[in-house]
């Protein structure tokens, strides 16, 4: 039985990977930003955002390919306000400088479709709180960081020299990486999908 991750992100990859997952990577040729267009002017919380933006993708693939599908999202949430990937290094910069010295969730969810349907789905809400860091600083990280500030949402990678801006991070890792992977890895499990 094929498990396909409907995902181009590279560390969504590297997590499966050294989990010792078998899988195919098949992008998911959805309209993200139409999407999350949709879905916010319907008054979805993040949360729910998140979620239905992972589902639109395993199903998006589930239709096309035969095998388990995996499609995940994340989104950060600054009170009631979602902040999406920035599209600048100028924006990366207005991002951390309104996250310096507060409190974010970074939401991660992962939807698992087979053969058109849902069968499996799960949320995590990682508590994360950057520092007050200097505005020197913040130039040296956008420097160092360079083209991965891009990348994802918040202008971080945890993984990285990202984890110099932070001062408390309350969750699960792997989800603040961007896949609840210890939840799904059961999944594979129960459906005979990996090793038990």
Same mark, same amino acid.
């Given at each position: 039985?094929?498990?396909?991750?409907? =995902?181009?992100? *590279?560390? %969504?990859?590297?997590? &499966?990977?050294? #989990?010792? +997952?078998?899988?195919?990577?098949?992008?998911?040729?959805?309209?993200?930003?139409?999407?999350?267009?949709?879905?916010?002017?319907?008054?979805?919380?993040?949360?729910d955002?998140?979620?239905?933006?992972?589902?639109?993708?395993?199903?998006?693939v589930?239709?096309?390919?035969?095998?388990y599908?995996?499609?995940?999202?994340?989104?950060?949430?600054?009170?009631?306000?979602?902040?999406?990937?920035?599209?600048?290094?100028?924006?990366?910069?207005?991002h951390? =400088?309104?996250? *310096?010295? %507060?409190?974010?969730e &970074?939401?991660? #969810?992962? +939807?698992?479709?087979h053969?058109?349907?849902?069968?499996?789905?799960?949320?995590?809400?990682?508590?994360?709180?950057?520092?007050?860091?200097?505005?020197?600083?913040?130039?040296?990280y956008?420097?160092?960081?360079?083209?991965?500030?891009?990348?994802?949402?918040g202008?971080?990678?945890?993984?990285?020299?990202?984890?110099?801006?932070?001062?408390?991070?309350?969750?699960?890792?792997?989800?603040?990486?961007?896949?609840?992977?210890?939840?799904?890895?059961a999944?594979?499990?129960?459906?005979?999908?990996m090793?038990?």
């Amino acid at each position: 039985m094929t498990v396909i991750l409907a =995902s181009q992100s *590279r560390i %969504r990859r590297q997590m &499966l990977e050294a #989990a010792g +997952v078998r899988f195919d990577v098949v992008v998911a040729h959805v309209d993200e930003e139409a999407a999350k267009a949709s879905l916010r002017s319907e008054g979805l919380s993040p949360r729910d955002q998140a979620d239905a933006l992972a589902e639109l993708k395993a199903l998006s693939v589930s239709q096309r390919h035969t095998g388990y599908v995996i499609g995940a999202d994340q989104m950060l949430a600054l009170d009631a306000e979602t902040l999406d990937k920035p599209k600048s290094t100028a924006e990366a910069r207005t991002h951390l =400088s309104r996250l *310096r010295g %507060r409190s974010h969730e &970074l939401i991660s #969810a992962a +939807v698992v479709a087979h053969e058109g349907a849902v069968l499996w789905r799960h949320i995590e809400t990682p508590r994360l709180r950057m520092r007050a860091f200097s505005d020197a600083f913040l130039d040296e990280y956008l420097t160092q960081a360079g083209d991965a500030a891009l990348h994802s949402v918040g202008a971080y990678q945890l993984e990285g020299v990202g984890a110099q801006l932070f001062e408390r991070v309350e969750g699960d890792y792997f989800s603040v990486l961007g896949l609840p992977l210890l939840p799904l890895l059961a999944f594979l499990r129960q459906h005979g999908l990996m090793p038990a």
